[in-house]
């Protein structure tokens, strides 16, 4: 759970679903990390077909291919059907080099500090 997700709640015309469960950054993915991402891919193949989308966002899209519970060439061929009406965005950190190719837009924000390489924890009102 994370504090955006409360406040996307509240706004009408938003649908949220979430495809991830635990935070294996620091550790390996699991298995249920792969299927769950694997049912993502499925479902967003869906809501692109239906083309009743202005907007379709794959939050930290990027951190599932680094970690390869995706496919690049699904995402690739994700990215090629887009309907014309519909803006894609994919979030997070490690965007290969062929996603920049296949984008209309990339805008590329560089962590220059962060205090949790100091080792302090999130602050409420913040991250979450």
Known sequence: ???????????KNIKLEQFG???????NPQKKDFTQAKNGLKK??????????????????NVALRFQLIKLDD?????????????LILTG???PKELFQTADLV????ESKHYYKK????RKGIEY
């Open 93 to 95: 950190r490690y965007a």
């Open 107 to 110: 805008s590329e924000i560089k």
């Open 44 to 61: 967003l193949k869906k809501i692109i077909g239906s083309k009743k989308y202005n907007m379709v966002i794959l939050d930290e899209a």
């Open 1 to 11: 759970h994370y504090s955006e997700l409360d406040s996307l709640k509240k706004i």
């Open 21 to 27: 469960g635990t935070c294996f950054i620091k550790n």
């Open 75 to 87: 995402v690739l061929n994700l990215c090629r059907k887009i309907p014309k009406n519909t803006e």
């Open 119 to 122: 080792g302090h924890a999130a």
